[in-house]
């Protein structure tokens, strides 16, 4: 009769493959813990500020705070106007004396004046060529009146001459019942007709001629001082401008009796020259 056997005496590799597996199974434990106490110690040491990080952000700050930005250059308006001296017609170059001028940060509107030159060389301009013009008109009327008389004198006397010719040719054709000297008169008063018919016809156009370039003249010294005429009266609205927008006044640093400045009411500024801009603020 046989005692009962155990199984770990019965199936001794058995028991031994069973120690083994436990002993892999801590070693793996023990190197996966071994890990995440490594993770954790290397974040720590990332994130946690050292005193030293700790004072140089505050320095860092600090200077942020302290810090100024110098910036050079011009700043300009995006919408503005130049106001401009300006130029006069059949004037090239000269200076323009201001008697009003709205200071420097006044607001305007489009349409108000902003500065006004003075305008009595031009006015007076005006007026001189104003009155060229009239008695240059006028003597074109008269001498155009005369010529219109001249003519119709002239065609009269042709006319009368033509008359006078036809007369002797008529005259002329009794030949035949007139006496020798009867005849030898016709024949000279009929070479007389022929003689100034000719003469007048010739007159004629070379008078016509003659008037017409005496009326042609005056004609053209009448339009030349109509011409100066009104350029003097645009020159005088040119005197006055107006702001072409709503803004405000900003006066430019010029050149001005020998040094730089802003204009003045009194002061003479040259044609073409930017002495004021309308700024609009927004």
Same mark, same amino acid.
């Given at each position: &009769?046989?005692?009962? @056997?155990? +199984? ?13 597996? $436990?002993?892999?199974?801590?070693v ?37 705070r302290?810090?100024?930005? $110098? ?10 106007? *130049? /106001? ?13 004396? /201001? ?7 006044? $607001? @305007?509107?489009?349409?108000? =004046?902003? =500065?006004?030159? +003075? $305008? ?15 008695? %240059? ?34 005259? %002329? ?18 070479d ?21 370039s005496? =009326?042609?003249?005056?004609? /053209? ?7 100066? &005429?009104?350029? *003097? ?7 006055? /401008? ?28 040259? *044609?073409?020259?930017s002495? &004021? ?6």
């Open positions: &009769m046989t005692s009962p @056997v155990s +199984d770990d005496v019965l199936e001794p590799g058995r028991d031994s493959g069973r120690g083994r597996a $436990r002993k892999y199974g801590f793996f434990l023990a190197g996966v813990a071994a890990l995440l106490v490594i993770a954790w110690v290397s974040r720590t040491a990332i994130f946690r500020p050292t005193q030293s990080t700790n004072s140089l952000v505050a320095q860092n700050n600090g200077s942020q302290n810090a100024r930005v $110098r910036v050079s250059g011009t700043t300009e308006a995006v919408r503005m106007r *130049a /106001i401009v001296a300006p130029m006069l017609e059949a004037q090239q170059f000269g200076t323009l004396t /201001i008697t009003k001028l709205a200071p420097s940060g006044t $607001r @305007v509107h489009q349409g108000d =004046v902003l =500065v006004d030159f +003075d $305008r009595q060389a031009q006015m007076r301009e005006f007026i001189n060529k104003q009155d060229d013009f009239q008695k %240059l008109a006028n003597q074109a009327t008269q001498e155009q009146a005369k010529e219109d008389a001249a003519r119709a004198k002239d065609e009269t006397e042709i006319q009368q001459a033509e008359s006078d010719l036809s007369k002797a040719q008529l005259e %002329l054709q009794k030949e035949e019942l007139l006496s020798k000297i009867d005849a030898e008169k016709a024949q000279q008063t009929l007389e007709a022929k003689a100034t018919l000719q003469q007048l016809r010739e007159t004629f156009d070379l008078k016509r001629k003659s008037a017409h005496a =009326v042609s003249l005056l004609e /053209i010294q009448r339009d030349r001082a109509r011409q100066v &005429m009104d350029h *003097a009266r645009a020159n005088a609205e040119l005197m006055e /401008i107006k702001s072409p927008i709503d803004g405000v006044v900003v006066l430019n640093t010029i050149w001005k009796e020998g040094k730089m400045g802003q204009v003045q009411e009194g002061d003479q500024v040259r *044609a073409g020259v002495f &004021m801009q309308v700024v609009a603020p927004r």
